[in-house]
């Protein structure tokens, strides 16, 4: 059984940072896709990053995250992690990690992924 656990979650004032970090059991992810998404309240589940678990490596932001945040990934460990920067309150939300084991398109399309984590809440204060 597969499962993704997140961690790293908090209260950070503007301007600050924070590390969330997603450990996967059950399953190695060689192949397909690791990414993350929040949610805030009464909105849509959104896209933030993901790395592309095939050779390539390559990784994919939202224009709203890209220069603050950054994606990695420990093969070894199986795990990937997600460095926020320069946050701001409309960062607020309750932040997931996700894997695909098949995914090599669409990497912020949230319906392509078939594994999350229980999610882990990040609260930026103004």
């Known amino acids: 059984q597969v499962q993704l656990v997140e961690s790293g979650g908090g209260l950070v004032q503007a301007g600050g940072s924070l590390r969330l970090s997603c450990a996967a059991s059950?399953?190695?992810?060689?192949?397909?896709?690791m990414g993350w998404f929040r949610q805030a309240p009464g909105k849509e589940r959104e896209f933030v990053a993901a790395i592309s678990c095939w050779r390539d490596s390559s990784k994919y932001y939202a224009d709203s995250v890209k220069g603050r945040f950054t994606a990695s990934r420990d093969k070894a460990k199986n795990t990937v992690s997600l460095q926020l920067n320069s946050l701001k309150p409309e960062d607020t939300a309750v932040y997931y990690c996700?894997?695909?084991?098949?995914?090599?398109?669409?990497?912020?399309?949230?319906?392509?992924?078939?594994?999350w984590g229980q999610g882990t809440q990040v609260t930026v204060s103004s």
């Open positions: 996700a894997a695909s084991q098949t995914l090599y398109m669409g990497y912020n399309t949230p319906a392509r992924y078939e594994y």
């Open positions: 059950g399953r190695t992810f060689d192949s397909g896709a």
